[in-house]
């Protein structure tokens, strides 16, 4: 019996979001958004084709056009700050980082409290909501190597392995001392590898860039052995070259990504709709099927074959807003 309970339930997940009643409720809130007839999302999907494979969903199944504006971490918390310092109010919804938006609440009053999203209710542990904002989805981080320099009785199968001396100044690395990937795996990997970890990788001598992707190629070309950290999704990228990502055994190291309502929405039951949709699992199995460990449950299993170990992969982190200013002052100790 207990089976088949569990079979219906995940059966629900899967294909009906909302039982009748629920529909029958939810139905003002997609008439309201169609009157609005427009959503404004500030995002840093940085061009993914997954998140606009999102985006061309929802326009689809609603008929309402998104307009997205693409931009870095700091700059689109800028962009808010600034607009919305000028009494101006353009955007209906923000994507950004975790520990950005909690930054946004100590700094000031952007976003507006979450209004209730039905499909907040299948989120999987550890993921849950706040009073302000809801995860979307995550971006783990793991070893990538060239696989023709690195042999297979080499595969790095622990981060420990990054501080064996055959890899001195054969790593390529994300620069680890401005606020960015590097510094997100620095600050967890100090944790999760104990305080000896990083200073016995600085000993490897990294070399520092900025530009991931193409930093991945760098090492596809076999300018370099490994390349850390190599978020799972940009991989993609790389099909057919000689290089492989690696999910370390402690786990990965990630970045939380959360949809937030930004403060006196043009738009709010789009804004509101368009949250539902991300956290359908239609659109969380675009991004599980990029690689993506998906936030909510009953998904992760559907995967493609090839995605389907990275959108299980362990997780640890993510890093924590309150030891970011320490973390940099540590990396930059370690990294002068």
Sequence with gaps: MRMLLKAAIVACLMGCALPA?????????????????????????????????????????YGIPVESLD?????????????????????????????????????????EKLPDIPNARNLRPPFSATEYSVPVFVQPMGILINTRLVKDADIPVSWNDLTDPKWKGKILSDDMRPLGSGNTMFAILEHQMGAGFNPKLAEQKPVFSRDMRNDARRVARGEFAIYVPQIFAFTSDLKGLPVKVVVPKEGAPYAQME????????????????????????????????????????????????????????????????ERSSMMALAKKLYP
């Design 21 to 61: 009643r629920a529909q029958d409720s939810w139905q003002p809130v997609i008439d309201a958004a169609r009157k609005e007839g427009k959503l404004v999302i500030y995002d840093m999907a940085l061009g993914a084709p997954y998140f606009i494979a999102v985006l061309k969903s929802f326009e689809a199944k």
């Design 71 to 111: 931009l870095r971490a700091s700059e689109l918390a800028e962009r808010i700050r600034t607009e919305q310092s000028a009494g101006r109010y353009l955007g209906d919804v923000e994507m950004i980082t975790s520990t950005m938006i909690e930054e946004q609440r100590q700094n000031g009053d952007f976003i």
């Design 259 to 322: 949809l937030a309502v930004l403060k006196n929405a043009p738009h709010p039951n789009t804004a509101r709709l368009f949250i539902q949709h991300f956290l359908s699992p239609d659109s969380q199995l675009i991004y599980a099927n990029a690689w993506m460990p998906p936030v909510v449950a009953g998904v992760a299993e559907r995967a493609n074959p090839d995605a389907q170990p990275f959108a299980e992969a362990k997780l640890i982190g993510p890093a924590k807003l309150a």
